[in-house]
Protein backbone atom coordinates (compact mmCIF):
# COMPACT_ATOMS: atom_id res chain seq x y z
CA UNK A 1 0.00 0.00 0.00
CA UNK A 2 1.48 3.27 -0.94
CA UNK A 3 1.05 5.55 2.25
CA UNK A 4 1.16 8.67 0.05
CA UNK A 5 -1.50 8.10 -2.23
CA UNK A 6 -4.00 6.67 0.61
CA UNK A 7 -6.43 9.27 1.76
CA UNK A 8 -8.56 9.03 4.92
CA UNK A 9 -11.47 11.29 5.70
CA UNK A 10 -14.54 10.95 8.00
CA UNK A 11 -17.54 13.36 8.80
CA UNK A 12 -18.54 14.97 5.37
CA UNK A 13 -21.94 15.67 6.14
CA UNK A 14 -22.72 16.97 2.96
CA UNK A 15 -26.40 18.33 2.91
CA UNK A 16 -26.86 19.06 6.59
CA UNK A 17 -27.46 22.12 7.13
CA UNK A 18 -27.31 22.24 11.45
CA UNK A 19 -23.44 20.80 11.39
CA UNK A 20 -22.34 24.02 9.95
CA UNK A 21 -24.08 25.64 12.99
CA UNK A 22 -23.23 22.74 15.65
CA UNK A 23 -19.42 22.23 14.61
CA UNK A 24 -19.30 26.31 13.74
CA UNK A 25 -18.05 25.55 10.43
CA UNK A 26 -17.33 28.60 8.15
CA UNK A 27 -19.25 28.41 5.64
CA UNK A 28 -23.12 29.75 4.52
CA UNK A 29 -24.39 27.12 3.34
CA UNK A 30 -24.39 23.33 2.71
CA UNK A 31 -23.61 24.26 -0.94
CA UNK A 32 -21.17 26.29 0.00
CA UNK A 33 -19.70 23.39 1.88
CA UNK A 34 -20.24 20.95 -0.62
CA UNK A 35 -18.67 22.65 -2.65
CA UNK A 36 -15.43 23.34 -1.30
CA UNK A 37 -15.36 19.55 0.44
CA UNK A 38 -15.54 18.44 -3.47
CA UNK A 39 -12.58 21.20 -4.09
CA UNK A 40 -10.93 19.92 -1.39
CA UNK A 41 -10.70 16.29 -2.28
CA UNK A 42 -10.15 16.77 -5.73
CA UNK A 43 -7.18 18.84 -4.72
CA UNK A 44 -5.38 15.84 -3.25
CA UNK A 45 -7.00 12.83 -4.37
CA UNK A 46 -6.23 11.57 -7.54
CA UNK A 47 -8.61 9.41 -9.70
CA UNK A 48 -6.02 6.24 -9.01
CA UNK A 49 -5.90 7.08 -5.32
CA UNK A 50 -6.95 4.86 -2.47
CA UNK A 51 -9.88 7.02 0.42
CA UNK A 52 -11.42 5.48 3.45
CA UNK A 53 -14.45 7.23 3.73
CA UNK A 54 -15.25 6.58 7.70
CA UNK A 55 -18.65 7.37 8.05
CA UNK A 56 -21.62 10.18 8.07
CA UNK A 57 -21.48 10.85 4.30
CA UNK A 58 -24.77 12.79 3.68
CA UNK A 59 -27.60 14.08 4.95
CA UNK A 60 -29.76 14.46 1.19
CA UNK A 61 -31.14 11.96 -0.36
CA UNK A 62 -30.32 9.54 -2.56
CA UNK A 63 -30.17 11.32 -6.02
CA UNK A 64 -28.26 14.95 -4.49
CA UNK A 65 -26.15 11.82 -2.58
CA UNK A 66 -25.00 10.25 -5.66
CA UNK A 67 -24.35 13.06 -7.57
CA UNK A 68 -21.74 14.41 -4.88
CA UNK A 69 -20.29 10.67 -4.37
CA UNK A 70 -20.01 11.19 -8.29
CA UNK A 71 -17.71 14.03 -8.21
CA UNK A 72 -14.97 12.23 -5.79
CA UNK A 73 -11.96 11.10 -6.70
CA UNK A 74 -10.12 8.08 -5.90
CA UNK A 75 -11.25 4.63 -5.19
CA UNK A 76 -13.31 4.74 -2.15
CA UNK A 77 -14.19 2.20 0.43
CA UNK A 78 -16.65 3.44 3.03
CA UNK A 79 -16.81 2.49 6.13
CA UNK A 80 -20.67 3.33 8.22
CA UNK A 81 -21.05 5.98 10.13
CA UNK A 82 -24.06 6.41 12.91
CA UNK A 83 -25.38 8.65 10.38
CA UNK A 84 -25.07 6.55 7.46
CA UNK A 85 -28.21 4.27 8.29
CA UNK A 86 -30.65 6.19 6.32
CA UNK A 87 -29.91 4.75 3.44
CA UNK A 88 -29.59 1.27 2.73
CA UNK A 89 -26.78 -0.75 2.78
CA UNK A 90 -27.38 -1.85 -1.08
CA UNK A 91 -27.76 1.89 -2.14
CA UNK A 92 -24.39 2.50 -0.67
CA UNK A 93 -22.57 -0.89 -2.11
CA UNK A 94 -24.19 0.91 -5.56
CA UNK A 95 -22.29 4.21 -4.59
CA UNK A 96 -18.60 2.61 -3.23
CA UNK A 97 -16.58 -0.74 -4.84
CA UNK A 98 -15.89 -1.65 -1.18
CA UNK A 99 -18.52 -0.83 2.14
CA UNK A 100 -17.93 -2.24 6.01
CA UNK A 101 -20.88 -1.67 8.53
CA UNK A 102 -18.17 -2.40 11.15
CA UNK A 103 -14.11 -1.16 11.54
CA UNK A 104 -11.35 -2.31 8.90
CA UNK A 105 -7.84 -2.92 9.47
CA UNK A 106 -5.15 -2.74 7.44
CA UNK A 107 -1.37 -2.77 7.24
CA UNK A 108 -1.79 -5.56 10.20
CA UNK A 109 -2.21 -2.66 13.00
CA UNK A 110 -4.12 0.23 11.55
CA UNK A 111 -7.81 0.21 12.75
CA UNK A 112 -10.08 2.57 10.64
CA UNK A 113 -13.16 2.83 12.10
CA UNK A 114 -16.09 5.68 12.22
CA UNK A 115 -16.45 6.07 16.11
CA UNK A 116 -13.06 5.82 18.46
CA UNK A 117 -11.81 2.75 19.91
CA UNK A 118 -10.80 2.76 23.11
CA UNK A 119 -7.08 1.16 23.15
CA UNK A 120 -4.54 1.14 25.95
CA UNK A 121 -1.71 3.98 25.77
CA UNK A 122 0.89 0.73 25.13
CA UNK A 123 -1.33 -0.49 22.11
CA UNK A 124 0.58 -1.35 18.96
CA UNK A 125 -2.73 -0.38 17.01
CA UNK A 126 -3.27 2.74 15.72
CA UNK A 127 -6.93 3.50 15.55
CA UNK A 128 -8.05 6.50 12.55
CA UNK A 129 -11.51 7.35 12.98
CA UNK A 130 -13.65 10.32 13.04
CA UNK A 131 -17.17 11.24 14.90
CA UNK A 132 -15.91 13.60 17.52
CA UNK A 133 -15.73 16.39 15.08
CA UNK A 134 -14.49 19.20 17.21
CA UNK A 135 -15.12 17.63 20.79
CA UNK A 136 -12.43 18.97 22.35
CA UNK A 137 -12.51 15.83 25.09
CA UNK A 138 -10.44 14.22 22.26
CA UNK A 139 -6.95 15.23 20.91
CA UNK A 140 -6.19 15.77 17.04
CA UNK A 141 -3.78 12.57 17.38
CA UNK A 142 -1.75 10.73 20.01
CA UNK A 143 0.44 7.88 20.09
CA UNK A 144 -1.63 5.35 19.15
CA UNK A 145 -5.00 7.35 18.09
CA UNK A 146 -6.13 10.14 15.18
CA UNK A 147 -9.19 12.07 14.40
CA UNK A 148 -9.69 12.47 10.73
CA UNK A 149 -13.40 14.40 11.51
CA UNK A 150 -13.91 17.04 8.46
CA UNK A 151 -12.63 20.03 11.15
CA UNK A 152 -9.64 18.29 12.25
CA UNK A 153 -8.49 18.35 8.96
CA UNK A 154 -8.88 21.42 7.13
CA UNK A 155 -11.80 20.03 5.26
CA UNK A 156 -9.38 17.38 3.14
CA UNK A 157 -8.62 14.85 3.23
CA UNK A 158 -5.26 13.49 4.77
CA UNK A 159 -2.62 10.74 3.43
CA UNK A 160 -1.74 8.05 5.60
CA UNK A 161 1.84 8.64 5.12
CA UNK A 162 1.02 12.16 7.16
CA UNK A 163 -0.61 10.32 9.42
CA UNK A 164 1.70 8.30 10.02
CA UNK A 165 4.64 10.93 10.87
CA UNK A 166 2.33 13.12 12.98
CA UNK A 167 1.54 9.96 15.23
CA UNK A 168 5.40 9.02 15.39
CA UNK A 169 5.65 12.94 16.12
CA UNK A 170 3.48 13.02 19.10
CA UNK A 171 5.22 13.47 22.76
CA UNK A 172 3.46 13.54 25.78
Known sequence: MDYSRTFLFADPHFYHKNIIG??????KDVYEMN??????WNSVVKKQDKVF????????NKIVTEAIINQLNGNITMIYGNHDWDHSYSFWKSQFPEVSKY??????????SHEPMYLENNS?????????H???RF????????????????YTPISLEEIISKVRSYEH
Open 139 to 154: RDFTENTFCISAERIG
Open 22 to 27: YENRPF
Open 35 to 40: DVIIEN
Open 134 to 136: GDD
Open 53 to 60: LAGDISFG
Open 103 to 112: PIIIEKFIII
Open 124 to 132: PYLNIYGHV
